[in-house]
């Protein structure tokens, strides 16, 4: 960690989730004073236990957050988000007005450095393109990917109007011990039978290990070459879907899946898009079908970063993990 996060106030959102829960551990054990945002009274208990300031708020309550950044909080590392449901509009309310507000009252504090967590899913279904942090960003439909574009451009906004030091990182499939959605939800559908192998899953996957993303968030807090800058959070590559899923199926010890051609998907999803709320299923689609890489290379070259974990040791961990907690026998 660099030297200069030591003792210095950091607010994060998001803290009594997965990735804002291992930020904040890290912050805290590298001598930063972490203030971790709690929404839900008592999710922050544990973060309690292991000293670290737990700040009641919510994101889109403008006074709470306007009182806690006046305590001289110096960086926000902005982890919370609207991740999907039944009502696409939180998803503005959430992803994009609330970002937005949080980093206007960050301006106004005199907060040093916002950084935000966004995702690869602002690049929509790039199909077999591959995509680096230039590729022009077009709303596609999936209320999550458009409000993280929304907010990206938002804090641009911000940025310029303000002077705020904006850095903004892009995610792709976060895995490991913990995980909800790439660990836990996927040992689950391997247990059932249903992984997604379409085209038997030559699609490509973006996994990265938690360590490695929480080690770039880190970097992107300090590094002088980090502001106005937009970085992809992706483990080196190429991955197959067939490789990054199938590792769960061979944990599960089966070799049941939902085995599709992709036209058959493709044309499932135009049929069901107009009766989904809360998702793109053309955008999900194409994701499972297409072959384009997601390039890490501007984190490597501006801020020295490297994902570290290999894809296998990053499976058996959470693997090992999957079985102590009995989700896998």
Same mark, same amino acid.
């Given at each position: 960690? =660099?030297e200069?996060? !030591?003792?210095?106030?950091?607010?994060?959102?998001?803290?009594?989730?997965?990735?804002?829960?291992?930020?904040?551990?890290?912050?805290h054990?590298?001598?930063?004073? @972490?203030? #971790?945002?709690?929404?839900? *009274?008592?999710k922050?208990?544990?973060? #309690? !236990?292991?000293?670290?300031?737990?700040v009641?708020? &919510?994101?889109?309550?403008?006074a709470?957050m #306007?009182?806690?950044?006046?305590?001289?909080?110096?960086?926000?590392?902005h982890i919370?988000a609207?991740?999907?449901?039944?009502?696409?509009?939180?998803?503005?309310?959430?992803?994009? &007005?609330?970002?937005?507000?949080?980093?206007?009252?960050?301006?106004?504090?005199?907060?040093?450095r916002?950084?935000?967590?966004? !995702?690869?899913?602002?690049? +929509?279904?790039?199909?077999?393109?591959?995509?680096?942090?230039?590729?022009?960003?077009?709303? $596609?439909?999936d209320?999550?990917?458009?409000?993280?574009?929304?907010?990206?451009a938002? /804090?641009h906004?911000v #940025?310029?109007?303000?002077?705020?030091e904006?850095?903004?990182?892009r995610?792709?499939?976060?895995?490991?011990?913990g !995980?909800?959605?790439?660990?836990?939800?996927?040992a689950?559908?391997?247990?059932?039978?249903w992984?997604p192998l379409?085209?038997?899953?030559?699609?490509t996957?973006? =996994?990265?290990?938690?360590?490695?993303?929480?080690?770039?968030?880190?970097?992107?807090?300090?590094?002088?070459?980090a502001?106005?800058?937009? $970085?992809?959070?992706?483990?080196?590559g *190429?991955?197959?879907?067939?490789? $990054?899923? +199938?590792?769960?199926?061979?944990?599960?010890?089966?070799?049941?899946?939902?085995?599709?051609?992709?036209?058959? @998907?493709?044309?499932?999803?135009?049929?069901?898009d107009? $009766? @989904?709320?809360?998702?793109s299923?053309?955008?999900?689609?194409s994701?499972?079908?297409g072959?384009?890489?997601?390039?890490?290379?501007?984190?490597?070259?501006?801020l020295?970063?490297?994902?570290?974990?290999? /894809?296998?040791?990053?499976?058996a961990?959470?693997?090992?993990?999957?079985?102590?907690?009995?989700?896998?026998?």
């Amino acid at each position: 960690m =660099p030297e200069n996060l !030591s003792n210095q106030r950091i607010l994060v959102t998001g803290a009594t989730g997965f990735i804002g829960g291992h930020l904040a551990r890290r912050l805290h054990a590298e001598g930063a004073h @972490v203030l #971790a945002l709690e929404r839900t *009274p008592g999710k922050g208990n544990t973060l #309690a !236990s292991e000293g670290i300031e737990i700040v009641a708020g &919510d994101i889109t309550n403008r006074a709470q957050m #306007a009182a806690i950044l006046a305590g001289g909080v110096e960086i926000v590392m902005h982890i919370a988000a609207w991740l999907g449901g039944p009502d696409p509009a939180s998803a503005t309310a959430v992803n994009v &007005d609330a970002t937005r507000t949080l980093a206007e009252l960050s301006a106004e504090a005199g907060v040093r450095r916002f950084v935000f967590t966004s !995702s690869i899913a602002v690049y +929509g279904p790039h199909g077999d393109a591959d995509v680096d942090e230039s590729m022009p960003l077009r709303p $596609f439909g999936d209320p999550y990917g458009d409000s993280k574009i929304a907010a990206e451009a938002a /804090l641009h906004a911000v #940025a310029r109007s303000s002077g705020l030091e904006v850095v903004i990182v892009r995610p792709g499939m976060v895995y490991g011990p913990g !995980s909800p959605g790439w660990t836990v939800r996927l040992a689950e559908w391997a247990k059932r039978g249903w992984t997604p192998l379409v085209n038997g899953g030559t699609g490509t996957a973006y =996994p990265i290990y938690i360590d490695d993303l929480i080690d770039l968030l880190v970097l992107t807090a300090d590094h002088p070459a980090a502001p106005g800058n937009t $970085f992809n959070a992706v483990g080196d590559g *190429p991955v197959t879907l067939g490789e $990054f899923l +199938g590792a769960y199926m061979r944990m599960a010890g089966t070799r049941r899946a939902l085995r599709l051609p992709g036209w058959i @998907v493709r044309a499932a999803a135009a049929l069901g898009d107009p $009766f @989904v709320r809360g998702r793109s299923l053309a955008y999900i689609a194409s994701q499972l079908i297409g072959r384009g890489q997601v390039s890490n290379r501007r984190a490597k070259d501006a801020l020295g970063w490297q994902p570290d974990t290999p /894809l296998d040791e990053g499976l058996a961990r959470g693997e090992a993990w999957l079985r102590e907690q009995g989700i896998l026998p």
